[in-house]
């Protein structure tokens, strides 16, 4: 049974710092690219960062410069550093892991809310 478990959400002030943790098992997390995804009220889902087998990451335009994706293999954790927070991060953080072989697996947590306000 695959699991995604996020952590490290929660209310931080404008210009802050998070650290968001995921804590993967049942995958072969190794070869599993691994992403961040947020939601704010309203809006859809969207691609924050992911980081693939291999160490490649992509960031989307918004956070690039402020966000950093990591992941341990040895321990199935994926992190997701926020630095200089602003009011439009605002938004529950899903972390998800793709996997490609003979069929495509895509698993999400459920998710870990992170509020940048004064």
């Known amino acids: 049974q695959v699991q995604l478990v996020e952590s490290g959400g929660g209310l931080v002030q404008p210009g802050g710092s998070l650290r968001l943790s995921c804590a993967a098992s049942g995958i072969l997390f190794s070869i599993s690219k691994m992403g961040w995804y947020r939601q704010a009220p309203g809006k859809q889902r969207e691609l924050v960062a992911d980081i693939g087998s291999g160490g490649s990451t992509i960031y989307t335009d918004s956070v690039k410069g402020r966000f950093t994706i990591s992941r341990d293999n040895a321990k199935k954790m994926v992190y997701l550093q926020m630095n200089s927070l602003k009011p439009e991060d605002t938004a529950v953080y899903y972390c998800?892991?793709?996997?490609?072989?003979?069929?495509?697996?895509?698993?999400w947590g459920k998710g870990t809310l992170v509020t940048v306000s004064s």
């Open positions: 998800n892991a793709l996997l490609i072989l003979s069929s495509r697996e895509d698993y």
